[in-house]
């Protein structure tokens, strides 16, 4: 059976500058996959290809064996780092137009989530603050019904409390035999989710694997390992 994503030999440069090396993977459904790496690292780059969203110069992504474009990004679920809203909607104008845009909207998760989220229909965007802003594009991008979600730092500009309550409703709300990339740079917060790891550092993977596996090998938390790798460059 076709892996739900597959990723071989990605390979990309903006002008001189590389930013994915010979990235290769692979993911199976019902997964949580953590994709860490500091700034610059090329996860927005990867999350990006891999939702069809731009070229890479080498390289393949396969997502249930399509290549990325209309059928793919059916399947496929983005959430951006930053908001892909127009300052005059308010939450029910997001909502609908996400709606109107994938056939696979679920109107009822959307609803449940609005709630779990404590966000409001007639709330404007533009006065949500940051964290709420960031809750709003997590139940666009989680009330779709697709089979791989991307994450792109999702909880970046929430405080601490709220982290752990929009991890819970990242639990809650992914549908169980799709996958989840959450890409990320706080991993003491987040890590407790992850069933995999992804760690990139300059556009290469130099870790990839099981979470329980790599803390019972290495006796450290994926964190502290993070930080260790990354000190060693
Ligand atoms: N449009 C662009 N033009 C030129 N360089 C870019 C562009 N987008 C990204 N880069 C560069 O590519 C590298 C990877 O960037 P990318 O945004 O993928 O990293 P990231 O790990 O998502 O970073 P962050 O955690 O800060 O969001 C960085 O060196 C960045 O400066």
Redesign the pocket.
Known sequence: MEPLLKVEALHKR??N?T??REVSLQIEPGRIVGLV????????????IVAGLLMPESGSVRIRGHRPGTRSKSLVSFMP?HPSFESWMTVADALKFQQDFFADFDTDKSERMLEFMRLSRSDKIASLSKGMQERLQLTLALSRRAALYLL??PIGGVDPVARDHILDALIEFYEEDSSVIV?T?LIADIERIFDEVLM?RG?SLILQGDAEQIRLTSGKSIDQLFKEMYAEC
């Open positions: 903006y002008g500058k930013a994915l790496g500091s700034n610059g690292s090329g996860k927005s780059t990867l999350m990006r780092d792109d730092e890409s740079h990139i556009g």
